[in-house]
């Protein structure tokens, strides 16, 4: 493929992509194909000669695209939303056009300092403590992780790393694998299922705790787990507070937690993978309370500040504690000496290679500005508010707990089997698609505004979809009760017709 040809390629997918957001509505957001529909249709072998780009368009359009769940549609409610603009598109085609690794200031600067100069630029705008930053007087700084799974994994390896130095240290008799088996990490046992998997990967033992009847990990709670480990010859060493957990968007007290934590020399670190991205906005930085406590600080601008997968962006209090981990050298690797303001970045991730990331995030910061972005996230949360509003208006419907951010969650009064019997309907339709979550032992259905495209009629959609989903539900539901004692099957159509 010459440059010519790339040109016409490259402009004949922005056309497609830009016609296919402006028409994302008319399509179901979840794709009508039976598992293995692709590996039918596709040849089995790569091809012997090259092939026309026009082809390999029209190829993608007739068999990729069908098999597509569409992530960014205003229809989608699922999970949590996956960032995507046209700011953050144009800046991955130009990292790709470079196509730079960059591990080692030498290896690109430009790709090690502009991660520098936006990751100061994310750090003021979330109203993070200026030791975060790179450009505070301290070892502090901020570097981007490809996900928020790896942002834990990196603090647990750290945590250990310097746990076991410190013991060590203060007696270097002691067996460096004996100390590594006793280590416990902590978390709510409301946790992303990454956090979970972190204590898997960095063969730490992970004590998923119990929240409270709000979701939130308590510093109580905490406190006794130390106690109970540390009576038992076990070393607490790292804990995971959860900001927007993913059930219910709930929000650990770091207030609570951080001075458990540092007295007892526990690394505390934050996942605020979606909800963090609220922090631009002043009105809810109380939710972050108690942040100067913390160790080390993670979200996802991939999540919800309109960046595409992967940037997660990771802040540390001090940099040399990635740098002791991670420094392995070679001799090919040894080009100048950086400092931690001018970082390699290959000392504060895992893999050696990195992309140059920065640029999506810096082509999102100045297309959207910080207002652009606020704009975006209280326009969600205003959306959710409206969801709803609308869904506690039916008495059939139970909203709970109150809405947090872009989620609402709620549930049937009529039970958990027809909630769930509700979303598998729903799912089946393929018009909406939510996913199950759980409050207080109840089975939830999660609504997450997610698509950046979403209007308040776009909600009016979701929610009547919904909305004739439960009609039908409630007349079987009356349907089946004819069966059972007449004066259930009279509440259940006084009931019924009272929220019709
Ligand atoms: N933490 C929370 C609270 C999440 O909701 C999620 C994903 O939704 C993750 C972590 C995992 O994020 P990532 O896919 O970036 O690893």
Redesign the pocket.
Known sequence: MNSQQFREFAKAAIDLIADYMDNIRTRDVLPSVEPGYLLKVMPEEAPEEPEEWKNVLSDFTQDILPGITHWHSPRFHA??PTGSSYASIVGNLLSDGLGVIGFSWMSSPACTELEVVTMNWLGKLLGLPEQFLNCSTGPGGGVIQ?????A?LVGLLVAKEKTVRKLLKMNPNLDEGEIKAKLVAYTSDQ??S??EKAGLLGSMKMRLLKADADGRLRGDTLKKAFEEDIEQGLIPCYVIA?L???GTCAFDPLHELGPVCNAAGVWLHV?????GAAFICPEYRHLMKGIEFVDSFDV?P??WMLVN??C?AMWVKNGYDLINTFDVQRIYLDDIKTTIKIPDYRHWQMPLGRRFRALKLWTVLRIYGAEGLRNHIRNQISLAQYFAKLARADNRVVVEPESSMGLVCFRLIDGDKVTKKLLENLTEKKKVYMVAGSYRGRYMIRFVICSRVTKKEDIDYSWNTIKEEINVLCSEEIHTKTQIPAIQHLDAVKLCEKSK
Do not use: P
């Open positions: 999970f949590y490809g996900s928020a799974s790896e834990t946790c992303n990454s956090v959860n927007g957990t993913t996942d605020a993978a979606y909800a996802n991939h999540k997968f992967d997660s």
